[in-house]
């Protein structure tokens, strides 16, 4: 079966850290670019980071830049996005995207004291 499964989110307070997990089956991870986006109630879903297909090349939004890093292991069929410093702006649910291919479910982030 051709899947993303999201892992890691939940309720963090301001200034904590989190490590989100995209785990990918059914299809050649390692050939695909992989992004994570994340979507806040009542916004449109936006790009926060990017990783190309052998994990050597990263670009991130502005907004979460030197707080948001996002890597892979092709080896595990598994990309990750650690997330420090929350910010209650931070608050969305987060999805990962193999690029041209399928969408994850999502995972919930809560940023609140």
């Known amino acids: 079966q051709v899947q993303l499964v999201e892992s890691g989110g939940g309720l963090v307070q301001p200034g904590g850290s989190l490590r989100l997990s995209c785990a990918a089956s059914?299809?050649?991870?390692?050939?695909?670019?992989m992004r994570w986006y994340r979507q806040a109630p009542g916004k449109e879903r936006e790009l926060v980071a990017s990783?190309?297909?052998?994990?050597?090349?990263?670009n991130y939004a502005e907004s979460v830049k030197g707080r948001f890093t996002i890597s892979r292991d092709n080896a595990k069929n598994t990309m990750y996005l650690q997330i420090n410093n929350l910010i209650p702006e931070d608050t969305a649910v987060y999805y990962c995207?193999?690029?041209?291919?399928?969408w994850g479910q999502g995972t919930q982030v809560t940023v609140s004291s």
């Open positions: 059914g299809f050649r991870f390692s050939y695909y670019a």
């Open positions: 990783i190309n297909n052998s994990g050597g090349s990263t």
């Open positions: 995207f193999a690029v041209g291919l399928l």
